[in-house]
């Protein structure tokens, strides 16, 4: 085998462990993903998925690095020159969209509370590494700097609009019957009432 056909190969094989892993874990949880698993549900053996991850958590680490990364990308950046109230409506439909792309996947990993997955998504409590949110505070500073929000704590006014966006997503993909234009309607209600809040 080629060492471009081989790359590939190995590629094609550790996208399938964490497509599998993805999926074990929209479907049972977080707590259910194993090696063992992995294992069974691909066919092959242990040592293969080893070549590839040193440990359940590396692979667990992967998922949830693929979709924060999923999720950074739906987000604009500070200095993409919309204006704070726009950014932030912007950051909450490119959230919620990002989220609702793989729902039972988010949901599994948002509501599950080991200290591994809360490394990645703990927003109320330490905030080192987490670029969405530090956007979203430099947004609303850059409101307040310009005149168009009341000042505030901008931390814990980030963390209260993050809050109350997950309060909804979660209800939208726990009642999944809900229609795309009810879905519409009630997130840019949400955002109206958090900007509104913002305001001077």
Known sequence: MSRTRQEKHSEEVRSRILDISKRIISEEGV??????????????????????????????SCVLREGYQRILRAIPRPDSG???DEAIRAAIKGYIEAALSCPFEYKAVMLDSSPQV?????????????????????????????????????????????????????RLIIEGNVTPERRSSLID?????ILKGLRL
């Not at 194993?34 to 667990?60: N, Q």
């Not at 700097?145 to 909804?168: N, R, V």
């Open 31 to 60: 707590a259910a993903l194993s090696i063992r698993r992995i294992t069974k549900e691909m066919d092959y053996s242990a040592g293969i998925v080893y070549h590839y991850f040193k440990s359940k958590e590396e692979i667990l």
């Open 189 to 193: 209600r949400q955002i109206e009432i």
């Open 118 to 170: 809360l490394a990645f998504t703990s927003v109320l409590g330490s905030l080192e590494n987490r670029p969405a949110f530090s956007a979203l505070v430099s947004t609303l500073e850059a409101g307040i700097s310009g005149g168009l929000f009341s000042p505030c704590d901008t931390t814990l006014t980030a963390q209260a609009i993050w809050s109350a966006m997950f309060g909804l997503l979660i």
């Open 82 to 84: 919309l204006a704070p």
